[in-house]
């Protein structure tokens, strides 16, 4: 069965740092989608990216960017120069099959507090 | 992006009454709708999955009788807490897709059974 870890529950960093959130997953298929999303504390789940199985490249989107590694399941993120309103639960999440369309097992959540 | 509409956003109920959240896609339609519930300090766990105009799919552990989900149209979808009790006090979460794109999260709602 699929699962989704993100070892880290909680991260408290000063802002300006810069903080990898990690991310692993299991799965049996070959073909999966691999998704970040952020919720701050108004509770809404805000995406941040998709990543299908075939596509290892990195992304880099503003301060943020993934860094997807198929050989050890991860997909970790990276927060560049955090700031205060970076502070969320950030979820991993994982689409198993052909098509992003579909049940999302989402990882445990991890809490990151971005101090002034 | 796609737009999705969920009240009430928060609700306070005694115990044993029912209530009903409603989730809408605004600007597109979904055959199927997702709806999740998380605990606090925990990650979302899937409900059930419903199709427009069939019967909800719900995953083990989840009383069907209990959570009573519509799917009326190609744009509403409606969650039904019968006969709630304080263990059903958490934060349900509805999510349309469109296929080829990401799932879309309505904006949540907290329930309190008192």
């Known amino acids: 069965a699929q699962k989704v870890t993100q070892a880290q529950t909680e991260i408290s960093v000063v802002e300006k740092e810069d903080v990898t959130l990690d991310c692993v997953y299991e799965?049996?298929?070959?073909?999966?989608?691999l998704f970040w999303y952020k919720q701050p504390p108004s509770g809404e789940l805000v995406f941040l990216i998709r990543r299908n199985s075939f596509d290892e490249q990195n992304e880099i989107s503003g301060r943020y960017s993934w860094n997807f590694q198929k050989s050890t399941s991860s997909f970790n993120f990276t927060i560049t120069a955090s700031q205060v309103v970076d502070s969320a639960v950030y979820f991993c999440a994982l689409k198993e099959g052909g098509t992003s369309y579909g049940k999302l097992t989402f990882g445990q959540g991890t809490i990151l507090t971005v101090h002034p | 992006g796609a737009v999705v509409s969920q009240h009430p956003s928060r609700v306070i109920c005694k115990s044993g009454t029912s209530v009903k959240i409603e989730c809408r896609s605004l600007?597109?339609?979904?055959?199927?709708m997702f709806w999740y519930r998380q605990f606090p300090k925990q990650s979302l766990m899937l409900m059930a999955t419903s199709n427009e105009g069939s019967k909800a799919t719900y995953e083990q552990g989840v009383e069907k009788d209990k959570f009573l989900i519509n799917h009326a149209s190609l744009t509403l979808s409606t969650l039904t807490v019968t006969s709630a009790h304080p263990e059903d006090s958490s934060f349900y979460i509805c999510?349309?897709?469109?296929?080829?794109?990401?799932?879309?999260f309505g904006q949540g709602t907290r329930l309190t059974v008192v």
């Open positions: 600007d597109f339609q979904a055959t199927t």
């Open positions: 999510s349309f897709q469109k296929v080829g794109t990401e799932a879309f």
């Open positions: 799965t049996r298929d070959t073909t999966y989608y």
